[in-house]
């Protein structure tokens, strides 16, 4: 029984509230996600943490390339804040309902981490390939002023965009049964609750998805393809080594994150159903952010050095 709220327009019933219904159907499993979904978040957020605390403690990693993991890390953070602790509380309540505003809230922080991330990656590529295809150029390519600069971009662009973005979707009105076939307010499930015909909105949407998803992949693409160049050239098997294990970690999160936002945001909506977007959006709201910081860590010669001096080695 849905504990949406209606309200009548004409024939139909508009809803201002809408009810979650991803895990209707495990209600036995409930206190079980639970646990392990907080496990899983506690150690996301812990792991971001130690990463934010040991780049902003260890002057030798006081660069460039780790002031954007530093960005990454915080919107990691907020990335899987903006939706599992409303998945928390959703599994252990009987109500399982969001206002129609805190369903628009959560969508635009969502979508705003997103974006950026997508445009901080692109970043994170630039960096390496300035790095190893113009090292005698590399301070003043990336200095702290062109840093600052292209965070700054990277989060103006995710506010701008997916404020129209957002706007735009909770216009519409909204009818049926007022269930969203999800466990947060993700795009498609909430579009599909619209009384009106959305096609025209949604090839403009695509449209935008193709721009501002795939623009930074194309130039991660292109920096990668400069930079295989660039190692290929490396006369000795150790130089080589050394040059691709720098950009090793980076290549990994960009696989998983752009598996997942390709596979979800740029297929059309009669290709989506209730069970893949599901089982996608747990991969990158809920296990992707628990893998970076081992990503970051595990295969970081100095990232592991630092944890190894810092006084968060006594108490682990």
Known sequence: MSNSEPTMIGNQSVYTKFTFVAFSALAELQPVLFVVFLAIYLFTVGGNLIIIYLICATPALRTPMYFFLMNLSFLEMC?????????????????????????????????????TECCLLAAMAYDRFVAICYPLHYTLLMGPRVCLKLTAAFWTTGVVVESAHTAWIF????????????????????????????????????????????????????????????????????????????CSSHILVVSLFYGTALSTYLQPKTAHSPETDKATALMYTVVTPALNPLIYTLRNKEVKEAFQRSPLRQMV
Do not use: W
């Open 79 to 115: 990335y899987t804040t903006s939706v599992v602790p409303q998945v928390l509380v959703h599994l252990l309540a009987e109500n399982k309902t969001i206002s129609m505003g805190g369903c628009a809230a959560q969508m635009y922080a969502f979508t705003i981490l997103g974006l």
């Open 171 to 246: 216009t519409l009105p909204f009818c049926g049964t007022g269930e969203i076939q999800h466990f947060f307010c993700d795009i498609m499930p909430v579009v599909k609750l619209a009384c009106v015909d959305t096609s025209q909105n949604e090839i403009v949407m695509f449209a935008a998805s193709v721009l501002f998803i795939m623009s930074p992949c194309l130039l991660i693409l292109y920096s990668y393809m400069r930079i295989l160049v660039a190692i290929l050239r490396i006369p000795s098997t150790a130089g080589k080594c050394k040059a691709f294990s720098t």
